[in-house]
C-alpha cells in the first residue's frame, strides 16, 4: 500500500505541474498532497481532498481544479490505476487495477514472516526502559500492561529496521529500599517469637514478606540477632531486593518478556555518574545554594519553580541518579531513548526532560510516555473482586492464574497481553474478567487466533481431500473475482503501513485494532465461500494463495504482540 500511495502521489503531483506549466491553475508551487480512506469499495480505494486543499489559494471551485488535474492523468501510461472519480465538492477517488491486488499476494507470499518490515530504523540503536518497579513487592497489573506495551514496542521498532532494546531499572537504592530491610526485620523478630513489633511508617506490609521472613527464620534460625540492628538491616534488605527481584523475573519470563539489560540504580550511584553530572550542571550555572541544600535551576527551563538535587544532609534526590542514568544510556550510544512510566509518574516527565536538556542532550532524543491505570471490571462495568485467593487481584500472576484456570497456561499469557494492548496506553484500560476468560468469538484474541486456526484448518483439510497448493507462479489469481476476496486483499496490504505507523508513533494499540478488522473480514468470507471446491481447481489453488496471505498476515501480526497463533483451537 506504501508503495502504490506513492506512486499515486507522484502521478497527482506531476498533473498538478502539468496543470501550473499550462496556466490552468494558479499556484506558485505544489503543497504536500494528503490522502483520506475511503468508506466504502465504491468509492475507490485512495481518496485525495488536494482539490479543496488549493481552492483558496488558486481562487477557482474546487471540482473545476479536481476536473483540470484529472484531464492530465493518461491512464494507460499507469496500468495500477483502473478508473478517477470526481465527487462531492471535489474529491479525487481513485481505483487501483485488479493486477495491483495480485501483486499484494505475490510479495506477501514471497516475503512471508518478513510482511510487514523494512529498513527505516537503518538500524540505529533504541532503547526502551518500562516496567522498572521498584524491588520492594510483585508485579502488580500496571507494570503488567507496562511490560505488554514495552515489549511489543520493541518488537515493532525492530521489525521497521532500528535495533531496540529492553531495559529495566531496578531502583535498588534510596530510602524505599532501606524501608524494605526494616520491614524484613521486623518480620524476621516476628517469626522467632518476638511481639510488641510494628511495621515502621511507610514500610511494607504485605503478607510476602510474612513468608520470606519465616523462610530465613525456619532456615538460619536466631543468626541474624547476633548483628547489630543496622547491620541486620542491610543484610535483609540486599537478601530481600534479591529475592523480589528474582521473582519479578521469573513473572516477567512467564510472560513472555525477556529483558536484554537489567540496569542497577545502585550501580550507577557508585559509578561516580552522579558527581559527574552535578559538576556539569554546576560548570552550566544551573545550581545554587539555598536554604543548606542544592537547588536546580528549573525556572531556567520554563518550570514555575526550582527542585533540590542535594539535600541538607549531602544526600541526592532521586532526581540525580536518574539523571545520572540517562547520561549513561546517551553514552552507550543510544540515538533515541523511550521510557515507559507509570501512572504516578506524570510530574516526574517535566522534571526529567529539563536535566537531560541541562546535561546538553539533543531535545528530542528522549521520549516519555505514561501507562496508565488497570481496573478490573465486571460485565457491567463495575470494579468487582475476582481473586479467590486475597478478594482482589494485585500481582501479574494472581491474574495470569485466575486466567489459566479457565483458558490453560498459554492462554492465559496470550489474553493477558492482548487485554493490556487493546486499548491506547495513555487512557485507562477496564480489564473485562468475563469477557476475556469467553471462549467466543465477543473474546477479541480467541476471534483473530480463531481466524488463523481456521485458515490452518484449510490446508489440514486440502491434506485429506488430495488438495495440495500450487506454486503462486502456476495459480491463475485473476480467479479472484469475489468483491469479500478483493476487500481481504486490500486489508492484509495494509499491514506494513500499520506496522510502520505503529512503530513510529509508539502506540501498539494499532496492532490488535488492525488484526481484529482483518479477522472480521476473514470469517464470513470463510462461512460464505467453499475453499476447497474439486470442481474448480483454478479457483481452489487461487483462494488457496488468499487464505495462505491471510494466515501470514494474522501470524505476523500476533506475533508482534508475542502472542501465539495456534493451529486449532
Not at 491553475?25 to 504536500?32: G, N
Not at 521497521?160 to 532494546?165: E, L, R, V
Not at 519465616?214 to 537478601?239: C, N, P, S, V, W
Amino acid at each position: 500500500m506504501d508503495a502504490i500511495k506513492t506512486e499515486v502521489y507522484n502521478i497527482l503531483e506531476n498533473a498538478i505541474h502539468t496543470a501550473i506549466a499550462a496556466e490552468e491553475i494558479a499556484i506558485s508551487e505544489v503543497p504536500d498532497i494528503p490522502f483520506s480512506p475511503t468508506k466504502t469499495p465504491e468509492h475507490g480505494d485512495i481518496a485525495t481532498p488536494i482539490a479543496l486543499g488549493l481552492a483558496k489559494h488558486a481562487r477557482m471551485a474546487p471540482r473545476k481544479i479536481a476536473e483540470i488535474i484529472v484531464t492530465h492523468i493518461d491512464l494507460n501510461a499507469h496500468p495500477n490505476i483502473r478508473q478517477i472519480d470526481i465527487a462531492g465538492a471535489g474529491f479525487i477517488n481513485i481505483y487501483l487495477s485488479d493486477n495491483w491486488l495480485y501483486d499484494t499476494l505475490q510479495t506477501i507470499v514471497a516475503t512471508q514472516a518478513a510482511y510487514g518490515t523494512c529498513d527505516k530504523g537503518e538500524g540505529k540503536h533504541l532503547q526502551i526502559e518500562f516496567v522498572s518497579a521498584n524491588p520492594t513487592g510483585p508485579l502488580n497489573i500496571v507494570s503488567g500492561r507496562a511490560a505488554a506495551v514495552g515489549d511489543t514496542l520493541v518488537n515493532l521498532l525492530n521489525a521497521i529496521g532500528y535495533k531496540a532494546i529492553r531495559e529495566y531499572y531496578v531502583n535498588d537504592a534510596g530510602g524505599q529500599v532501606e524501608r524494605l530491610g526494616e520491614s524484613i526485620d521486623v518480620r524476621y523478630r516476628q517469626a522467632l517469637g518476638e511481639e510488641g513489633l510494628e511495621i515502621p511508617e511507610g514500610g511494607y506490609q504485605g503478607e510476602y514478606l510474612q513468608a520470606f521472613a519465616q523462610t530465613i527464620a525456619d532456615m538460619e534460625g536466631d543468626t541474624y540477632l547476633q548483628l547489630t540492628t543496622d547491620e541486620r538491616i542491610a543484610h535483609f534488605r540486599d537478601k530481600g531486593i534479591a529475592h523480589i527481584l528474582a521473582q519479578q523475573k521469573t513473572s516477567l519470563e512467564r510472560f513472555g518478556v525477556n529483558f536484554d539489560v537489567w540496569s542497577s540504580e545502585k550501580a550507577i550511584r557508585n559509578s561516580g555518574k552522579p558527581e559527574e553530572i552535578i559538576q556539569v550542571f554546576r560548570e552550566n550555572g544551573y545550581l545554587y545554594e539555598a536554604e543548606g541544600a542544592t537547588w536546580f535551576r528549573m525556572t531556567d527551563f520554563g518550570d514555575d519553580k526550582d527542585c533540590v538535587v542535594i539535600k541538607s544532609n549531602g544526600e541526592y534526590t532521586y532526581f540525580v541518579p536518574d539523571a545520572a542514568y540517562h547520561r549513561d544510556k546517551f553514552d552507550r550510544g543510544f540515538t533515541t531513548v523511550i521510557d515507559l512510566l507509570g501512572p504516578d509518574h506524570q510530574g516526574h516527565i517535566t522534571h526529567l526532560k529539563h536535566f537531560v536538556k541541562g546535561l546538553g542532550l539533543p531535545d528530542d532524543w528522549l521520549e516519555i510516555f505514561i501507562i496508565q491505570q488497570v481496573n478490573l471490571v465486571d460485565a457491567e462495568g463495575k470494579r468487582s473482586d475476582m481473586s479467590k485467593r486475597s478478594g482482589q487481584f494485585l500481582t501479574l500472576d494472581d491474574l495470569i492464574d485466575e486466567l489459566a484456570e479457565t483458558v490453560g497456561e498459554q492462554f492465559a499469557v496470550d489474553v493477558a497481553r492482548y487485554f493490556f494492548l487493546m486499548r491506547a496506553n495513555n487512557t485507562h484500560l477496564d480489564f473485562n474478567m468475563e469477557l476475556a476468560v469467553t471462549h467466543a468469538s465477543e473474546n477479541p484474541v480467541f476471534y483473530i487466533q480463531y481466524a488463523h486456526a481456521r485458515c490452518c484448518s484449510i490446508f489440514e483439510q486440502g491434506d485429506e481431500q488430495g488438495i495440495a497448493p500450487e506454486p503462486i507462479e502456476a495459480v491463475s489469481l485473476k480467479r479472484l473475482t469475489e468483491p469479500m476476496e478483493h476487500e481481504l486483499i486490500r486489508k492484509v496490504a495494509e499491514f506494513p503501513s500499520i506496522v510502520l505507523l505503529s512503530a513510529e508513533a509508539r502506540e501498539a494499540h494499532r496492532i490488535p485494532h488492525y488484526l481484529h478488522e482483518l479477522a472480521g473480514l476473514f470469517h464470513p468470507y470463510y462461512n460464505q465461500h467453499r475453499v476447497l471446491d474439486p470442481s474448480d481447481m483454478e479457483k481452489t489453488y487461487a483462494r488457496l494463495i488468499l487464505v495462505r496471505c491471510v494466515q501470514s498476515v494474522l501470524k505476523n501480526g500476533l506475533t508482534l504482540l508475542g502472542i501465539s497463533a495456534p493451529a486449532s483451537m
